[in-house]
T-cell receptor, first 111, second 115 residues
Framework: QKEVEQNSGPLSVPEGAIASLNCTYS??????FFWYRQYSGKSPELIMF????GDKEDGRFTAQLNKASQYVSLLIRDSQPSDSATYLC???????????FGAGTTVTVRA | DAGVIQSPRHEVTEMGQEVTLRCKPI?????LFWYRQTMMRGLELLIY????????DSGMPEDRFSAKMPNASFSTLKIQPSEPRDSAVYFC?????????????FGPGTRLTVT
């Protein structure tokens, strides 16, 4: 079993819709959870982090964490063509700074 | 701040040659990470340093790979000898210790092609 698994893509959504991305992790001791966005040919950039159960909102992005279910998700509301990218889920174990990345989910927003 | 700087941006070399990738972290950051990204394996951590000291090199694929950080503003990743399967994008990232909310800033990457 991979440490971090993401729902397989690609995910295609119409402009203005909600894009929902899911991620599960195997290490129950994981501490912090990150969502990175990577445009084609570019480097990853952090868009959200969360470390407490519940929801965290930042603009059009909402991260949701459920440690009991070992599940973290990212919602993108009012999707825009500029949101078209690969979204990487990353997890750090307790007391460490290593990031374990999922394979990524590619999102395409149709105008 | 210029961000994380990597050089070269592209490298094409022949199998068996030595390859050296370079990274300058963001000033003041005390963590430096080397990653490799391929279509097959995704983004993998190779090694990371804290205050110039290697902390975890368990991701380094084999003895052909080595990394150094002689000072706080410079790190190298060396592959000797290189093989076609080393072809990938290599990213360097840096961060500062801010507890659970730390952010890793990635450089633009070096695209390595070994023929």
């Amino acid at each position: 079993q991979k440490e971090v698994e993401q729902n397989s893509g690609p995910l295609s959504v119409p402009e203005g819709a909600i894009a929902s991305l899911n991620c599960t992790y195997s290490d129950r001791g994981s501490q912090s959870f990150f969502w990175y966005r990577q445009y084609s040919g570019k480097s990853p950039e952090l868009i959200m982090f969360i470390y407490s159960n519940g929801d965290k909102e930042d603009g059009r992005f909402t991260a949701q964490l459920n440690k009991a279910s070992q599940y973290v998700s990212l919602l993108i509301r009012d999707s825009q063509p500029s949101d078209s990218a690969t979204y990487l889920c990353a997890v750090t174990p307790l007391g460490d700074y290593k990031l374990s990345f999922g394979a990524g989910t590619t999102v395409t927003v149709r105008a | 701040d210029a961000g994380v700087i990597q050089s070269p941006r592209h490298e094409v070399t022949e199998m068996g040659q030595e390859v050296t990738l370079r990274c300058k972290p963001i000033s003041g950051h005390d963590y430096l990470f080397w990653y490799r990204q391929t279509m097959m394996r995704g983004l993998e951590l190779l090694i990371y340093f804290n205050n110039n000291v290697p902390i975890d090199d368990s991701g380094m694929p084999e003895d052909r790979f080595s990394a150094k950080m002689p000072n706080a503003s410079f790190s190298t990743l060396k592959i000797q000898p290189s093989e076609p399967r080393d072809s990938a994008v290599y990213f360097c990232a840096s961060s500062a210790d801010r507890g659970a909310s730390y952010e890793q800033y990635f450089g633009p990457g070096t695209r390595l092609t070994v023929t």
